[in-house]
């Protein structure tokens, strides 16, 4: 059984090896680059596939908005034409015999060209017109909030992954830590163990945790890896990228105030509740569209025309003549069967929906910033304890190794105190990292 754990410890060492120079190998040809939070956050927002999406979502709906808007000004066309006419005999009369020869009234011309400029104005359609320019520009403030609702969504998850990072680096460092005190506590075993002060089954205790902490350690580094991989994933960086997070974790609360002026602040500044306000506005507008259809349309229209030959002079002449022409042309639908009450009853359903989105956008926003809330209260009290923790723990191993090297301990109290302290110190640092996220958490629950 003795020959079993030592062979299993072996390998465990050769498998440490191996892993290390492969990451070490790695590491030779990986560009490296140390950022702080700040970085890490405008390197994110430069690089986003996402955030230049929704950029462009942005765009678009403002392109949109002046198009609506341009609908409400006058319009100017030009228009062309050429025709060939088949030949015809000219239009002519005869006066014989008081003139031998027949009189042209009108000449065959066969080519015909027509030149056109129209300029149309909406005097009044209902308020069609402007109420669909509201809705373009409602959109056009939704995208934008919808856009900000973005960026804040990716700032948090850039926090969330750097400070994962910097967990699964502190955490390697607290196992590395660990390591080196069994590998220390393994040379005194041994040491005694030769002198006959201590049996072998204290040093195959010793070493069987060892093994556990050289595993731990694998377990460490490949985490740190896994979490480089996915913060320069979420950056836009190659994911071989050796990122060195530079920002500690320096646990100075925040003051945020009362649970109820958080919620309000919620309320006033999260850009999904203002980006569901404008979609519940367009709704109001496309009602009034749909209503539209009851009142008649009027427009203004005005054309200038330079034809040849025009048809307005007689007798016809191969040249240009120009005319124009004004007008009011009025429309409205007497009877479409019922086509403008269906169109209404489904933009105040349409109008309905938006309403009980923004309500249950509103309870679920509450329900964020109250989770938040009390994740960072709990964070913040986890941390107390924590500081406690890895005091005693300290302590308590200082005292048992002192005690162990002078006969007064037991080996197996040495080891319980070596993991304790592990333990405080992973919880410790797991506790600061949970209220760095939490804190970020909350900032984005209330529109920060």
Request: negative net charge; glycine residues 4%.
């Amino acid at each position: 059984m003795a020959e079993e754990r030592v062979t299993m410890k072996f390998r465990i060492r050769f498998l440490f090896v191996i892993t290390s120079l492969l990451v070490a190998g790695s590491a030779r040809g990986e560009e490296k680059m140390s950022l702080t939070l700040d970085q890490a956050i405008q390197i994110g927002l430069e690089k986003s596939k996402s955030i230049h999406a929704s950029l462009m979502s942005v765009q678009y709906a403002d392109s949109r908005s002046s198009e609506a808007n341009a609908l409400m000004l006058p319009s100017v066309k030009f228009s062309g034409a050429y025709a060939r006419l088949s030949d015809i005999p000219p239009t002519q009369v005869s006066l014989y015999p008081l003139i031998p020869d027949p009189i042209t009234l009108s000449p065959s011309v066969v080519n015909n060209y027509n030149l056109k400029v129209t300029v149309q104005q909406p005097i009044f359609t209902g308020f069609k017109l402007q109420r669909n320019a509201d809705i373009a520009e409602y959109n056009a403030s939704s995208a934008q909030k919808d856009f900000e609702k973005d960026k804040s969504d990716l700032i948090y998850n850039i926090k969330n992954a750097y400070w994962n990072l910097t967990q699964a680096i502190e955490l390697q460092k607290v196992v590395d830590e660990n390591v080196e005190q069994m590998e220390a506590h393994l040379k005194d075993v041994q040491s005694w163990q030769g002198q006959g002060m201590i049996t072998v089954n204290d040093v195959l205790k010793v070493q069987v945790q060892l093994s556990d902490a050289e595993l731990r350690q694998i377990d460490m580094k490949n985490n740190v890896q896994l979490a480089k991989i996915s913060f320069n994933s979420l950056l836009g960086l190659p994911l071989d990228t050796a990122v060195d997070p530079v920002t500690n974790i320096k646990h100075e609360p925040k003051s945020f105030g009362d649970l109820t002026t958080l919620v309000q602040q919620a309320m006033d500044r999260r850009p999904e509740l203002k980006s569901m306000e404008y979609k519940v506005k367009a709704g109001n507008a496309a009602v009034a569209i749909a209503q539209s259809n009851w009142f008649p349309q009027v427009y203004f229209t005005g054309n200038y025309y330079s034809s040849r030959p025009n048809q307005r002079f007689f007798p016809a002449e191969d040249v240009f003549k120009d005319t124009w022409d004004v007008g009011i042309g009025v429309s409205f639908d007497i009877w479409n069967w019922g086509t403008t009450v269906h169109q209404t009853d489904q933009a105040k359903a349409q109008l309905s929906q938006a309403e009980d989105g923004l309500a249950q956008l509103k309870d679920g926003v509450t329900l964020d910033v109250t989770r938040n809330y009390l994740n960072l209260h709990r964070a913040q009290e986890r941390i107390i304890v924590a500081e406690k923790e890895v005091s005693q723990a300290e302590e308590n191993y200082r005292v048992t190794d002192a005690k162990f090297k002078q006969g007064l301990a037991l080996n197996t109290d040495l080891l319980d105190a070596e993991v304790a302290l592990l333990q405080a110190k992973t919880n410790y640092t797991q506790s600061l990292v949970d209220y760095e996220v939490a804190e970020a958490g909350l900032e984005r629950a209330i529109g920060e």
